[in-house]
């Protein structure tokens, strides 16, 4: 089983997270190339599948938008590899889209859907995509139930398969251990939807009422600069440390008690559960419905003023009655296991290459 998978860079995200962290556990049990539609920018997951073995193709593209010159030299290395299934991610599937028209028509498609479909594919890629969901021509992958029924909503025909991401279980655990002083993390990229304006407004409030709390921003993205810049201004530096992106995300979270996630929208977060695999008290936005129940294994908030400020200060206060909640968080973690996630995707390549076979067979 020859597997082609498809993805815009291997810069650090959730999406390329999950793509490293799967094609690790799935590249001794099926024959896996990666093909990466931009350059080696040799980010920690650059870093990770030339240390894994895992076999990588870079188009160095550099344009914002589809490249005919790309298109090309992917047609011509898909050609020669000539795989079975090609799982497409993110804006790659662009790339995709084309080699079904000027390329191999026999294989099956894939594509993972790992954010909300209006920020997966814009208006007029839904428009081009609509008909081949609805007529089943690719096969989707949703990483949460929320993200499956707002796909319905757009293409109610298509073929849709809900299989989560996954946590690395052996990396990220529990570690009891006392902390000095109260740290709240958050994990993720300086964009807009992460929502770090709001995040760090909302823990300068909390400064007023525990100023030796301490928040570590894991990351990297266009923001930074403002919010280093803000916390610059109100004087925060020594309360506030900003890394950069890191392979040794469990090291932070480890060393911290709550975990923030005030996102605008998300997916299916690997963040958000590394953190629970970890024991941390979670703290997110209301897309957490999900995998949260709130007061059980986290807490859910509006992004409204003072509504972070006042969970985080609830549960400072509380904090040595939490056990049970980071117990929680735990067991909650480890339901989405990253070898439990990996397993469900070998699965489903198999049995869609045994659907199109047994088709066949019908056909002949």
Known sequence: MKIAIVITSLEVGGAEKTVIDTAKL???????????????????????????GIDVTYFGDFLPVFNPFVFLRLRKAMNRFRPDIIHSHLKAA???????????????????????????????????YRPLYNRKHVKLIAVSDNIKSKLVSLYPRSDITVINNGVDTMTFNYEPVAHPHVTVCHVGRFVPVKNHGYLIAEFRKVLKTYPEAKLILIGAGRLKPKILKYIRRHRMNGNVQLID??????????????????????????????????????????????????GKNGFIIENKPNRLYMEITAVIDNIRNLEAVRTEAVKTARKFSLKKSAAEILRFYSRVIDDQTGDYNRMS
């Open 26 to 52: 799935l590249n001794k049990k099926c024959r896996i190339k990666l093909f990466v539609i931009r350059r080696n920018y040799d980010s920690i997951y650059d870093r990770e599948a030339l240390k894994r």
């Open 94 to 128: 662009d790339y995709i889209y084309f080699y079904r028209l000027f390329g191999r028509g026999d294989f099956i498609w894939l594509h993972t859907v790992h954010t909300i479909p209006q920020v997966d594919s814009g208006f007029i890629r839904r428009l081009l």
């Open 245 to 294: 992106c890191t392979a040794k995300v469990d090291y932070y979270l480890k060393r911290a008690d709550i975990f923030v996630l005030p996102s605008l929208y998300e997916g299916f977060p690997l963040a958000l559960l590394e953190a629970m695999a970890c024991g941390l008290i979670v703290i997110t936005s209301d897309w957490g419905k999900e995998v949260i129940a709130h």
